[in-house]
């Protein structure tokens, strides 16, 4: 079974900068480079949004909102995939999570997809 966890959320000040880790495990490697991963967030009162997209065979996908500010990246060796954010504003606070599935469009257009992590907190204030 496919576990997902993050680290790396935290409290930090608007215009600062976090990064968050997604490790997974009870995955092997060549199976790991296969799937894409993908990076959601959640505020309080809102839906789930699609923040950004990596597979091992593409470009990155990101949201509009995260454009030039967020990178996502991913270490295959490691089974593990980064959300590097930068400039981050009030309106970044949410719960992240990662996600992982076979499919990319699952993970883009976020529809049955697989494999959830817990999710880890992201407060920007102001």
């Known amino acids: 079974q496919v576990q997902l966890v993050e680290s790396g959320g935290g409290l930090v000040q608007a215009g600062g900068s976090l990064r968050l880790s997604c490790a997974a495990s009870?995955?092997?490697?060549?199976?790991?480079?296969?799937?894409?991963m993908g990076w959601f967030r959640q505020a309080p009162g809102k839906e789930r949004e699609f923040v950004a997209a990596?597979?091992?065979?593409?470009?990155?996908y990101y949201a509009d909102s995260v454009k030039g500010r967020f990178t996502i990246s991913r270490d295959n060796a490691k089974n593990t995939v980064h959300l590097q954010m930068n400039s981050l504003k009030p309106e970044d606070t949410a719960v992240y999570s990662c996600?992982?599935?076979?499919?990319?469009?699952?993970?883009?257009?976020?529809?049955?997809?697989?494999?959830w992590g817990q999710g880890t907190q992201v407060t920007v204030s102001s």
């Open positions: 996600a992982a599935d076979s499919n990319l469009w699952n993970i883009r257009y976020q529809r049955n997809i697989h494999y």
């Open positions: 990596v597979s091992s065979s593409r470009s990155p």
């Open positions: 009870g995955i092997t490697f060549s199976s790991y480079s296969s799937f894409a």
